[in-house]
Nanobody, 121 residues
Framework: QVQLVESGGALVQPGGSLRLSCAVS????????VSWYRQAPGKEREAIAC????????WYASSVKGRFSMTRDNALNTMTLQMGNLKFEDAAVYTC??????????????WGKGTLVTVST
């Protein structure tokens, strides 16, 4: 059974930093593209970062580029999202995903349940 479990969501002040992690089990991450998505209340789910299979180079949405950094560790079957200079508009449920896709971030097959990031004073 494939499971993706996010952790690290929290309440953070604007300008702060946060690190999200995603632990993957039930599959070998080497063969999968991996992504982070987020969904804010009342908004559509948004792809924010992705790393293709066999790569360590991430693609970022323009809304987070320069502030967020995604990494993957195939040996540990994990992925992380380091978030910096957080803004009010970054508040959302963040979800990790994996897929046998060459169209990262599209084509994700497996999803976590999400972790909540709140940005507030």
């Amino acid at each position: 059974q494939v499971q993706l479990v996010e952790s690290g969501g929290a309440l953070v002040q604007p300008g702060g930093s946060l690190r999200l992690s995603c632990a993957v089990s039930g599959l070998t991450l080497d063969y999968f593209a991996v992504s982070w998505y987020r969904q804010a209340p009342g908004k559509e789910r948004e792809a924010i970062a992705c790393i293709n299979t066999g790569s360590n180079t991430a693609w970022y949405a323009s809304s987070v580029k320069g502030r967020f950094s995604m990494t993957r560790d195939n040996a540990l079957n994990t992925m992380t999202l380091q978030m910096g200079n957080l803004k009010f508009e970054d508040a959302a449920v963040y979800t990790c995903a994996a897929g046998l896709s060459e169209l990262c971030p599209k084509g994700m097959d497996y999803w976590g349940k999400g972790t909540l990031v709140t940005v507030s004073t």
